[in-house]
């Protein structure tokens, strides 16, 4: 096993959704607003720091403007900062609560300012939101580039750590392996209220092939009233958790007890696990979610009605309609 | 706990007994400390009852886990149990798991609103009065060079405290050492003079140093506590002073306000401020207090302590003649390169030496090993010659060593010697008994004698005795 990483720590990113979609759906759960869901996210994050002096964290808010980053613990700082600050690299210091709350607050005003700009009210019915949606999702999250941003963020984050990692110990003459295969576990929680945007499913379903592929768990929590199919299938690929909690305004103690775990305990616990996943694909022509659909022999693109030439490669089916 | 840990303040915390745990309990700092060195299940178990009313039934904290994982998760409830961290208690006729309530509610208070006590939160020294890394360094090593060079017997006395806190009591460093076994007091002159473990200790890396001081100091404390019967303040004053250790590593390089810190606190802090883990600067009326990286190296514990301590400037250079040159202006390096180094040349800024067979010799009969001497070598290694491999030329390396197992090529035993047994039947089984003991040093078979440490002789004679009368000789 010496390919692991040598303790249980691990890189956390946490994907808030702060649309006006998002937020639309966050106001309408009964007993969950979005100063409780900070407070609640904001417990959860400390008791993360406080599980392992090695845990590192950043925090992303997804709006309808794009990903921004609310939050890094001081070690994932990006390099013209860190340049900045001497080249030192300090221990994160604890609790970061105060840093995490104060970046978190200065986004989701941005986000709700946007909001009214847009015209959306933050306590609009979900009918509004789900009208915005219809609409190739103009006030909802951007789910796809998103989560892009953040497996960047994450994959830069890890190289960086194996990096330093592995000049410490070429320093100290031990004879280590390659630091290059040892990356510091990460994972991704989405925490949302919305529901999926079908339009951009092929830019979500990359995004979970390509952690899939770099062993980046990705765990979900649910809060709205529907479940995502989306996330369900995010989950299932990359061996994450979905979750949809049922009394949502005790997020706290679902975050706690389910998310915190880091992936080699969650071999031992008994986890939700979801009982059925939703793996409806989208049509590419359409973008709406299919049962049955019709797919191109040479691309695989995926139409939800017969076609003479495939839209994506340009394959001619001709000789479809043959009896 | 992983191996790293095996010689630190976390382990020494989980090392101590239930009623000193039990005051543990209280100190913010060490629920943090003492949680993040359990397996990393047991912390999941623990987080879990965080928001509880205290118990929960032992049937639903067995169905937490996998069936894979019942052997894993049963070892964490042995080691919270062992902690006194979670108890087995009957619930309404059901067996139940119950977190200790003290642990519980700090633990609770650290994840809702964090670790920051309103005394420090908020409040810093303005920014002008903020000391550089390097005038932090130089105070650090100044007191903690006093004291090594006290060691060595470079001064007569030991570094004194800080101007700025002479109200407060300082360490009683001569009789910390002496405690550590580093000194020996000689009976007639009343002197301290170093002692073999105290050489070892001057070649051991800063983190060890610094690890077996401090060990000594809560070790007093410890005792002091076990005299006043585990209670009382002295109990009291061991938790604060661990969870003010504590405190350092986890809120690193925050400054304190030495004036708005517990009566109690006040003591500690003094004293590391003493032994230069703590640098003092007043500003504004106020003195506060400054970690410096020594405090971050004690924190570290093993493995991060390493890399702090190698983030110090190397001096050291070691040709494959037996050369050494060594940059310091350092009276305290120049003493320790002194102990297996002969001195050849001093000049202001460079030590100029030779590793000879008496000098090496000399070190290694005063206790210290080989490898100790190629790690302070290696350690200290100038930064020119950091980059090559290997850093102390294989030949002085392979020299040193072999050096060392000349020392060892002869033994003393205390032996005596068997001989002119009658019949080889009674030889056989005596050279036998003696094997068996482990006593055996040498047996010539053809002249029937044997030599048996001295220890085991009168065994030996029973054995031979019911073994004649058996034989019938």
């Not at chain 1, 720091?49 to 992303?60: C, G």
């Not at chain 2, 902690?83 to 309404?92: K, N, S």
């Not at chain 2, 301290?192 to 800063?206: E, M, N, P, T, V």
Request: charged share 15%.
């Amino acid at each position: 096993m010496a390919a692991e990483w040598e303790d249980d720590s691990s890189l956390l990113a946490v994907l808030l959704d702060v649309s006006p979609t998002g937020l639309a759906h966050l106001a309408a759960i009964p007993g969950l607003g979005l100063q409780s869901l900070l407070e609640q996210l904001l417990t959860f994050l400390n008791a993360f720091t406080l599980l392992s002096d090695a845990n590192r964290l950043a925090v992303f808010t997804a709006g309808a403007g794009g990903c921004q980053l609310a939050f890094c613990s001081p070690s994932c700082q990006p390099a013209p900062l860190m340049a900045a600050a001497g080249g030192h690299v300090a221990a994160d210091p604890w609790p970061p609560s105060a840093a995490i709350l104060s970046g978190l607050q200065r986004v989701v005003q941005q986000a709700a300012a946007a909001a009214e700009v847009a015209g959306v009210q933050p306590g609009a019915a979900a009918a509004a939101a789900a009208a915005a949606a219809a609409h190739g999702g103009g006030g909802s999250c951007q789910l796809s580039s998103a989560l892009s941003r953040v497996l960047c963020f994450i994959h830069s984050m890890q190289r960086r750590a194996a990096a330093a990692q592995g000049s410490l110990l070429g320093g100290s003459g031990g004879g280590a392996p390659p630091a290059a295969e040892r990356l510091q576990p990460a994972r991704l929680l989405c925490l949302t209220a919305a529901p999926d945007v079908p339009s951009q499913y092929i830019g979500v379903m990359n995004a979970i092939f390509s952690a899939q592929r770099s062993g980046i768990l990705i765990d979900a929590c649910q809060l709205g009233a529907g479940h995502s199919s989306f996330l369900q299938q995010a989950a299932y690929l990359t061996g994450g958790t979905y979750l949809k909690p049922a009394r949502p305004q005790a997020l706290t103690q679902y975050l706690n007890s389910v998310f915190a775990a880091d992936a080699r305990s969650r071999r031992y616990l008994r986890l939700p696990g979801t009982a059925r996943v939703d793996f409806r694909a989208s049509c590419f022509c359409h973008k709406r979610p299919i049962d049955l659909g019709f797919v191109c022999s040479a691309c695989l693109s995926i139409f939800c009605q017969q076609l003479p030439a495939c839209t994506t490669c340009g394959t001619e089916f001709g000789a479809g309609d043959k009896k | 706990m992983s191996s790293h840990q095996a010689n630190s303040l976390v382990a020494f915390v989980t090392g101590l007994t239930g009623g000193q745990l039990e005051q543990l309990f209280v100190q913010p700092y060490c629920v943090v400390a003492i949680l993040r060195s359990l397996q990393p299940l047991s912390r999941h178990v623990l987080l879990r009852f965080t928001a509880t009313s205290g118990s929960i039934s032992a049937a639903l904290v067995s169905s937490w886990a996998r069936a894979e994982g019942d052997s894993k998760l049963g070892a964490a409830l042995a080691e919270l149990q062992k902690l006194h961290l979670l108890a087995q208690v009957a619930q309404g006729g059901q067996a139940a798991w119950a977190v200790n309530a003290s642990f519980q509610a700090q633990l609770r208070h650290a994840i809702c609103s964090g670790l920051l006590t309103e005394q420090d939160s908020g409040a810093l020294p303005p920014a002008a009065a903020l000391p550089s890394a390097a005038e932090l360094n130089a105070y650090a090593r100044q007191q903690w060079d006093g004291l090594l060079l006290y060691l060595v017997g470079g001064s007569s006395q030991p570094p004194g405290p800080p101007p700025e806190l002479r109200g407060a009591a300082p360490v009683d460093i001569p009789s910390l050492l002496a405690r550590a076994g580093l000194m020996l007091k000689d009976e007639y002159t009343l002197t301290q003079s170093i002692s073999q473990s105290g050489f070892q200790f001057l070649l051991a890396d800063l983190y060890s140093q610094l690890w077996s001081a401090v060990r000594q100091y809560l070790a007093d404390l410890q005792a002091a506590a076990g005299e006043a019967g585990g209670a009382g303040t002295a109990g009291a004053d061991l938790a604060v002073a661990v969870n003010f250790l504590l405190r350092l590593g986890l809120q690193a390089g925050r400054p304190m306000c030495y004036s708005r810190l517990a009566e109690s606190e006040r003591v500690i802090a003094a004293h590391m401020a003493h032994l230069g883990l703590l640098m003092p600067l007043p500003a504004g009326g106020e003195v506060w207090l400054h970690p410096t990286r020594m405090a971050a190296v004690l924190a570290g514990g093993g493995r991060a302590g390493e890399a702090a301590a190698a983030a110090e400037d190397g001096f050291v250079i070691v040709e494959s003649n037996f050369r050494v040159y060594a940059y310091t202006t350092s009276a305290v390096q120049a003493a320790i390169l002194r102990v297996f180094v002969r001195c050849d040349a001093l000049l202001p800024n460079l030590f100029v030496g030779t590793i000879t067979r008496d000098s090496a010799v000399a070190a290694l009969e005063a206790g210290i090993t080989a490898d100790q001497i190629v790690g302070f070598l290696r350690q200290h290694a100038h930064p020119r010659v950091a980059a090559k491999t290997p850093i102390v030329p294989a030949v002085v390396a392979d020299q040193v060593r072999l050096w060392q197992q000349e020392l060892r090529r002869l033994r003393s035993n205390a032996a005596t010697l068997y001989g002119r047994f009658e019949g080889p039947a009674l030889y056989a089984s005596a050279a036998e008994h003696a094997q068996r003991l482990g006593a055996l040093l040498y047996r010539d078979d053809e002249r029937q004698v044997l030599a048996v440490q001295s220890a085991f002789h009168d065994a030996m004679r029973v054995h031979i005795k019911t073994q004649k009368a058996a034989l019938g000789l």
